[in-house]
């Protein structure tokens, strides 16, 4: 067992050594846009009235020729629709629609369908952008191989550790897409950043074979076109010229419920890559679960335990940091500590929860009873 886990201290630092080598040391150096495609940005709402008034002014700020602002209700419960249709009238370029089907990918797909842009860009409602957010993403379809731009989403500080731990679970999630981004093997991506040309998300069909999944309106389509075009069709845009901003869940309850909706998805991907992560990532947290029985074998267990979990939260510390960094986010030490002992708990809530399939989105609630 002592053999083992100083084994596996070393395998971990290696290996996230290894992905925070993907990782950008610096911002992108700004692509001149050339032409400017129509886009149409879309945003699905639900029981968003909070957010309607400041998302039409973030939308104010973006500097972009050509834009079409799509805010599709999703049979919200709220004054929404009201909401947006008011917004429409300080700003012409906003499009009210109100969804005839249920759930975000029945909001999303109507949406496109009434887009007047060659390009689609999505967020949601709860996010906030920088001023050329418009202009970076869209600058990659120059090229006209691209065919789908994925940009990083990371929390906003809200000067609590629950806001810094997600911070960092999202860091994680970045530091990996970018990684098999760059291996040209994606795997997955946020739908709050996410660019693609409406010919083909018409070629794969859109959401066609996955509709019943309430969450994955990103990552099946990276998948469907990933399929339909090959991986060099889809591009990685890990900079902070590039990054949205979304609010953190105000408490673990609603946190764990996101990541289960999110975690959902993975088995209806049936692709090794997906499988051999998600599995991998389940099991490491039973290993670092299963690191507390070397307090048991007396003073060399203990000094072992001491060196593993050191090691830990040093390589995370090193590589999570990285990607804090280069958007300007400085967490403290003692945040990385909590952050490494507490998500192993967290991992394992998660998959538990997604085995069993309960979790409720918006006023909706999903089970395996449904």
Not at 36 to 64: D, M, Q, T, W
Not at 214 to 240: H, N, Q, R, T
Not at 331 to 350: C, D, G, M, N, Q
């Amino acid at each position: 067992m002592l053999s083992f886990y100083l084994v596996w201290m070393l395998i971990y630092f290696l290996l996230l050594s290894e992905l925070a080598k993907f990782w950008p040391e610096r911002s992108c150096e700004t692509k001149q846009v050339q032409v400017f495609p129509k886009v149409s940005v879309l945003i699905p709402c639900r029981n968003e009235s909070e957010n309607i008034h400041r998302l039409a002014g973030e939308f104010k700020r973006l500097h972009y020729p050509n834009l079409e602002l799509i805010f599709v209700d999703d049979h919200s419960e709220d004054d929404t629709y009201e909401l947006i249709e008011a917004a429409a009238c300080s700003d012409l370029r906003i499009v009210p629609l109100r969804s005839p089907g249920e759930g975000k990918k029945a909001a999303l797909e109507f949406a496109i369908d009434q887009a007047n842009g060659e390009i689609i860009l999505c967020s949601d409602a709860d996010c906030s952008f920088p001023e050329n957010w418009v202009k970076g993403m869209v600058s990659q379809f120059d090229n006209q191989e691209i065919q789908l731009v994925a940009g990083p989403v990371i929390v906003t500080d809200n000067g609590r550790f629950l806001g810094a731990f997600q911070q960092a679970d999202w860091a994680s999630n970045l530091l990996v897409s970018a990684y098999f981004f760059s291996k040209s093997k994606p795997l997955m991506c946020s739908g709050a950043n996410l660019a693609y040309r409406k010919s083909a998300f018409l070629d794969v069909l859109g959401y066609e074979g996955n509709r019943d999944f309430s969450s994955g309106d990103d990552e099946f389509l990276l998948k469907k076109i990933v399929k339909k075009y090959g991986a060099s069709s889809c591009v990685y845009l890990p900079f902070v010229e590039n990054l949205v901003q979304t609010k953190p869940e105000p408490n673990w309850k609603a946190f764990i419920n996101q990541r289960v909706r999110w975690a959902g998805k993975w088995k209806a991907h049936r692709s090794y890559s997906h499988a051999v992560s998600a599995v991998f990532s389940f099991l490491a947290q039973l290993v670092w679960m299963g690191s507390f029985g070397l307090l048991t074998l007396g003073s060399l267990g203990i000094l072992i335990f001491g060196m593993v979990w050191t090691s830990k939260i040093l390589a995370e510390k090193r590589s999570l940091g990285k990607v804090l960094r280069i958007f300007g986010i400085k967490h403290r030490k003692i945040e990385f500590v909590l952050t490494s002992f507490i998500h192993p708990i967290y991992v394992l809530a998660v998959g538990l929860g997604a085995i069993q399939g309960n979790f409720t989105w918006k006023g909706r609630r999903n089970s395996r009873s449904d």
